[in-house]
């Protein structure tokens, strides 16, 4: 069975930054591309960033392009999401998931396994 497990979310003041961690395990990490998504109260859940199953592309929400980066490291089966600049309406609860395919990845329906998701906290 495919597991994630993300970590690093919390409560933080605006402007300030978070790495969240999402850890793989049940299959091959290295052939699947990884994204990132993020889903506030009573809104839908949107795209954050995706990275292919090498590291070489990565694709970003375009309201979130330099803030925020996405990374992995292959070797221990995890993803990260460095956000910076954090905001108020950054709230949320991320979560991660691992892609079908290899290659980067925009659409929820390109994923199919999901973390619990990790609560991103922003104030004011």
């Known amino acids: 069975q495919v597991q994630l497990v993300e970590s690093g979310g919390g409560l933080v003041q605006a402007g300030g930054s978070l790495t969240l961690s999402c850890v793989t395990s049940?299959?091959?990490?290295?052939?699947?591309?990884m994204g990132w998504f993020r889903q506030a109260p009573g809104k839908e859940r949107e795209f954050v960033a995706s990275i292919s199953a090498s590291g070489g592309r990565t694709a970003y929400a375009e309201t979130l392009k330099g803030r925020f980066a996405i990374s992995r490291n292959n070797a221990r089966n995890t993803v990260f999401l460095q956000m910076n600049s954090l905001k108020p309406e950054d709230t949320a609860t991320y979560y991660c998931a691992q892609g079908a395919i290899a290659t980067v990845a925009t659409l929820e329906a390109r994923y199919d396994y999901w973390g619990q998701g990790t609560q991103v906290t922003v104030s004011s």
């Open positions: 049940g299959r091959t990490f290295s052939t699947n591309a």
